[in-house]
């Protein structure tokens, strides 16, 4: 049997030396610890203060900062010389007004306007006469039956609806003649031979369609006007439309035929323009030179000493400033 032998017990030395070991590897493998967020000291707090350098102050410095930039933007007037859709538009719509007046005026488009109203009161007229005669042939044929005493239905009576178109028809060929001579420029003068003769062939016929259409009417015993107003409406009405149309004629042909233009209208328009802005650009030299306005006046000051349109004041401003030749 084997006696354990003690271990010697460590010395001093020993224990200090272990103890370092263990000190050296916690600190080498401690896990690191956050940061902890100390408050500044004192004096930079202090600092600080002094300087105002808070949210508010910052704010105000940028509201500062963007009102000078807003106001050195503002005194550029280009924004404003700037033309908007609804001043193009107006533009454009005056500028084919102008175009459209100035034709308008032309002796070609005059005569052509005037041959189409010509044209279309005659047709007017003409169309008024047809009708009312039309009508009237319902007194006529009644005239007619009662005064050959025909029986209803029978040839005779259908054949009295005939008698007015033998009287209608030569007084429309009359006027259709005049219309057409109307149309054509060349009226027919009533107080010529040839007009005097028209005149008294439709008196005639004019005359004995409304006594055919007012006779029925016509009682010696018992008169009523109704039916006499009645009767006479077509043959008035023919009387009327025949009547009227050389008046209408002679109004239209002594209608002044208009200025004579030369050249295209635009062409004429843009001579006027270029007139106006030399007189607008020889009295700006003049105020220039008389110092009533700088050497190089804006857009806005040219305008309200010229009176005149902001485009035309943009290209002098140009000029002055050599940017249009």
Same mark, same amino acid.
């Not at 005569?111 to 005669?133: E, G, K, Q």
């Given at each position: 049997?084997?006696?354990?032998?003690?271990?010697?017990?460590?010395?001093?030395?020993?224990?200090?030396?272990?103890?370092?070991?263990?000190?050296?590897?916690?600190?080498? !493998?401690?896990?690191?610890?956050?940061?902890?967020?100390?408050?500044?000291?004192?004096?930079?707090?202090?600092? *600080?203060?002094?300087? &105002?350098?808070?949210?508010?102050?910052?704010?105000?410095?940028?509201? *500062? #900062?963007?009102? !000078?930039?807003?106001?050195?933007?503002?005194?550029?007037?280009?924004?404003?010389?700037?033309?908007?859709?609804?001043?193009?538009?107006?533009?454009?719509?005056?500028?084919?007004?102008?175009?459209?007046?100035?034709?308008?005026?032309?002796?070609?488009?005059?005569?052509?306007?005037?041959?189409?109203?010509?044209?279309?009161?005659? *047709?007017?007229? +003409?169309?008024?006469?047809?009708?009312?005669? &039309?009508?009237?042939?319902?007194?006529?044929?009644?005239?007619?039956?009662?005064?050959?005493?025909?029986?209803?239905? %029978?040839?005779?009576?259908?054949?009295?609806?005939?008698?007015?178109?033998?009287?209608?028809?030569?007084?429309?060929?009359? *006027?259709?003649?005049?219309?057409?001579?109307? +149309?054509?420029?060349?009226?027919?003068?009533?107080?010529?031979?040839?007009? !005097?003769?028209?005149?008294?062939?439709?008196?005639?016929?004019?005359?004995?369609?409304?006594?055919?259409?007012?006779?029925?009417?016509?009682?010696? %015993?018992?008169?009523?006007?109704?039916?006499?107003?009645? !009767?006479?409406?077509?043959?008035?009405?023919?009387?009327?439309?025949?009547?009227?149309?050389?008046? $209408?004629?002679?109004?239209? %042909?002594? $209608?002044? #035929? &208009?200025?004579?233009?030369?050249?295209?209208? &635009?062409?004429?328009?843009?001579?006027?323009?270029?007139?106006?802005?030399?007189? =607008?650009?020889?009295?700006? =030299?003049?105020?220039?030179?008389?110092? #009533?306005?700088?050497? /190089?006046?804006? /857009?806005?000051?040219?305008?309200?000493?010229?009176?005149?349109?902001?485009?035309?004041?943009?290209? $002098?401003?140009?000029?002055?400033?050599?940017?249009?030749?």
């Amino acid at each position: 049997m084997t006696t354990a032998i003690p271990a010697p017990e460590p010395s001093p030395d020993d224990v200090a030396r272990g103890l370092a070991e263990i000190e050296r590897y916690t600190a080498a !493998h401690a896990p690191a610890l956050p940061a902890v967020l100390t408050p500044a000291p004192l004096a930079e707090a202090e600092a *600080v203060e002094e300087e &105002g350098e808070t949210r508010r102050v910052r704010e105000l410095r940028a509201r *500062v #900062a963007e009102a !000078h930039r807003l106001v050195a933007l503002q005194a550029d007037e280009a924004p404003l010389l700037v033309d908007t859709s609804k001043v193009r538009k107006r533009r454009a719509r005056v500028a084919e007004a102008a175009r459209l007046y100035e034709l308008a005026q032309d002796p070609d488009a005059l005569a052509w306007s005037d041959a189409r109203v010509r044209r279309t009161t005659t *047709v007017m007229a +003409m169309s008024a006469a047809v009708i009312a005669l &039309g009508v009237s042939s319902i007194g006529v044929q009644a005239s007619v039956v009662k005064g050959l005493d025909l029986d209803g239905g %029978s040839i005779g009576w259908w054949a009295a609806y005939g008698v007015e178109p033998i009287l209608s028809l030569p007084l429309l060929a009359a *006027v259709a003649v005049q219309a057409y001579a109307a +149309m054509r420029g060349r009226p027919i003068d009533r107080t010529s031979p040839e007009g !005097h003769k028209l005149f008294k062939a439709e008196a005639l016929l004019l005359g004995l369609t409304l006594v055919l259409n007012c006779w029925p009417a016509l009682r010696w %015993s018992g008169f009523d006007l109704l039916p006499l107003i009645v !009767h006479a409406l077509g043959p008035l009405g023919a009387v009327t439309a025949i009547w009227l149309l050389p008046t $209408l004629w002679k109004i239209l %042909s002594v $209608l002044p #035929a &208009g200025r004579a233009t030369a050249g295209a209208t &635009g062409r004429k328009y843009s001579g006027n323009a270029s007139t106006a802005e030399d007189e =607008h650009r020889a009295r700006l =030299h003049a105020l220039i030179a008389s110092e #009533a306005l700088p050497a /190089a006046p804006s /857009a806005t000051a040219i305008r309200r000493a010229l009176g005149c349109g902001t485009e035309t004041a943009t290209r $002098l401003r140009d000029e002055l400033s050599g940017g249009a030749g």
